[in-house]
């Protein structure tokens, strides 16, 4: 009943903050991880120290190219690359049009990578500027994934369910994209943070959960098990956060108007699995044992704290 153990490159610490991606490679591997996320940030932060600049994209090929040779060197399998965000059901065609030439442009960086995986987190733009058509968001996924299978070895995505997501905020939704869209190389990331901090938690609340958490968490997992087809399942994360000593709402000093309440949680207050004297208290095991046990997914499993 094990997987194998990665960790998002951003997980351990931020590039802009003056952790280099070097270093954060042999940290992990000095402590028994076997692969990592590739986080865009570390990609691009890399990329920026090159003559152009970052906004030259042959250097974010030539960034690639680096960092797979680190992680050679380092013995880590590059897991996947992430996040590519804001992509299904935009509204305006211009944008919509661009951002499938990013995404091209991303799964390019994949190949150079060396890794087959690219993660894709619902969009969380602003309602107004999403279809709120479920089969707007299924065409735009399809082709994603249609475009990844024509690529040379071909791309896998994996679809994610933010837990403040416009349109698509609970792995239930993210589960029935990936059946409506029906491609072999579209699955899901199930990631313990995003899952919980849906049903289970609530920042705002002066509880920090949602009314009837802990029987609704239990009936989620209990769907969880009974519906999800492992095999479509292509990353799982896993993630805890803190519960907060008041509700995060206006006059709370990690509030943010611009942002939804989860989401500025989810920025300020992540945290590794265990760290219950930090104040977690997602429910964890109970997740991964739904996923280990309950769906027997034996895959790579990435610590997050993202």
């Known amino acids: 009943m094990s997987c ?36 865009d940030d570390d990609l691009l932060h890399l990329a920026d120290s090159f003559p152009g600049g970052k906004d030259v994209q042959e250097n974010g090929g030539l960034a690639a190219a680096v960092i797979r040779q680190l992680c050679q060197e380092n013995d880590l399998t590059i897991i996947c690359l992430q996040p590519f965000r804001h992509y299904e059901g935009i509204l ?13 442009h991303y ?42 299978a024509r690529q040379r070895p071909p791309i896998r995505i994996a679809y994610e369910a933010l837990c403040w997501g416009t349109r698509i905020d609970v792995w239930e939704r993210s589960w029935e994209m990936v059946t409506r869209v029906d491609r072999p190389n579209f699955g899901m990331c199930i990631d313990t943070f995003n899952l919980a901090g849906r049903v289970f938690a609530d920042p705002s609340s002066t509880t ?73 208290y997602l429910p964890v095991k109970e997740i991964m044992t739904s996923v280990l046990v309950g769906l027997g997914y034996r895959g790579w499993s990435g610590i997050t704290i993202i």
Request: aromatic share 6%; proline share 4%.
């Open 4 to 39: 194998k153990l990665g960790i998002c490159t951003l997980s351990l610490g931020q590039s802009s903050a003056g952790h280099d991606l070097p270093t954060k490679l042999r940290a992990a591997r000095a402590h028994g991880i076997q692969g990592v996320e590739i986080f």
């Open 92 to 104: 305006d065609n211009t944008q919509r049009a661009r951002r499938f030439a990013e995404l091209q």
């Open 107 to 148: 799964m390019n960086l994949a190949q150079i990578l060396g890794t087959d995986l690219l993660l894709i987190p619902s969009s969380f733009l602003p309602a107004e500027q999403l279809s709120n058509r479920d089969e707007d968001l299924v065409a735009d996924l399809a082709a994603a994934a249609d475009y990844g």
């Open 208 to 280: 920090g959960k949602t009314p009837h958490a802990e029987r609704v968490i239990t009936e989620s997992l209990r769907r969880l098990t009974t519906y999800v087809d492992v095999r479509k399942v292509f990353l799982v994360q896993m993630g805890d956060a803190a519960r907060l000593s008041e509700p995060l709402v206006p006059g709370h000093v990690l509030y943010n108007e611009n942002q939804p309440t989860r989401m500025s949680w989810s920025r300020h207050c992540r945290l590794f699995y265990g760290e219950h004297h930090l104040g977690g």
